[in-house]
């Protein structure tokens, strides 16, 4: 089982920052991902970024790329979220996630392990 608790969510205004992050605790895997996903009122989930756990490697989706840059601390057990030039429309809640998987994928379905997620909105 693997364990992970979102905190840094709130409300912010437009062109504004935030910084989320993501503690991850239980079982580790040597190979595993961790993503951040968020979730609309009305709309499906949607992938945001992910990051390899011990390996170098990130994945963005197209729409934060310049924006959103994703972060691991392995000593703290930590990953982050920096989110800048925030919009309205990046309003969600966001949810990290655990991937065992060996390489990073952006489909939720891939992803075993979630986060209860946490509270952004941007104000206009």
């Known amino acids: 089982q693997v364990q992970l608790v979102e905190s840094g969510g709130g409300l912010v205004q437009a062109g504004g920052s935030l910084r989320l992050s993501c503690v991850v605790s239980?079982?580790?895997?040597?190979?595993?991902?961790i993503g951040w996903f968020r979730q609309a009122p009305g709309k499906e989930r949607e992938f945001v970024a992910a990051?390899?756990?011990?390996?170098?490697?990130?994945r963005y989706a197209d729409f934060v790329k310049g924006r959103f840059t994703i972060s691991r601390d392995n000593a703290k057990n930590m990953v982050y979220l920096q989110m800048n030039s925030l919009k309205p429309e990046d309003t969600a809640v966001y949810y990290c996630?655990?991937?065992?998987?060996?390489?990073?994928?952006?489909?939720?379905?891939?992803?075993?392990?979630w986060g209860q997620g946490t509270q952004v909105t941007v104000s206009s």
């Open positions: 990051i390899r756990w011990i390996v170098d490697g990130t």
């Open positions: 239980g079982r580790t895997f040597s190979s595993y991902s």
């Open positions: 996630a655990a991937d065992p998987g060996v390489i990073v994928r952006a489909t939720a379905n891939s992803y075993d392990y």
